[in-house]
């Protein structure tokens, strides 16, 4: 079976602006299970291990923002992708601190790719009606945010890869605070 685990955070914006039960909806009406959540308040440590700076990302991270400005017609002064991976890096990690933030883990069949699709994509302006992002944060911006000089305020986090969700899952919480328990569409699984 591919059931899965997988990271979510709503982040202080969504938090702030009262999210947190249509969030928590959406995960569980298409059938995904919360097996563990709590709120948090990030401090620098937590934030900095979970906003981890490596090549990958940071040449990521510089690849997708110069590609949309560049195509927005916008220029993108940055040459050097770890100089921007620090800057972008040091922006999720103020944000992440800025407020508390509601941690879950989700699990279920395909919960990784499930989680993705429903998020939207990183920057809310580009996630289609019908996603997280898209419904609530819509008007958000790479644009908005780089002339703000902070991070995209995108009200979510779900893990990528199975690896991330492993890394991220153990930086947020404790093996006992992870349950099981059954739900009646788990027999269909």
Known sequence: MVKEKSLILIKHDGVARGLIGKIVSRIEDIGLKIIAMKMVWADEKLAGDHYKLDETWAKNVYEKTKKARLEQGDEFPFKDHMEYGKMIQ?????????GPVVAMVIEGPHAIEILRKIVGTTEPRQSPPGTIRGDFAMIESYALANDKQRVTRNLIHASDSKENAEHEIALWFAENELHSYSKELDKHY
């Open 90 to 98: 040091s922006w999720n990690i103020n944000f992440l601190r800025e």
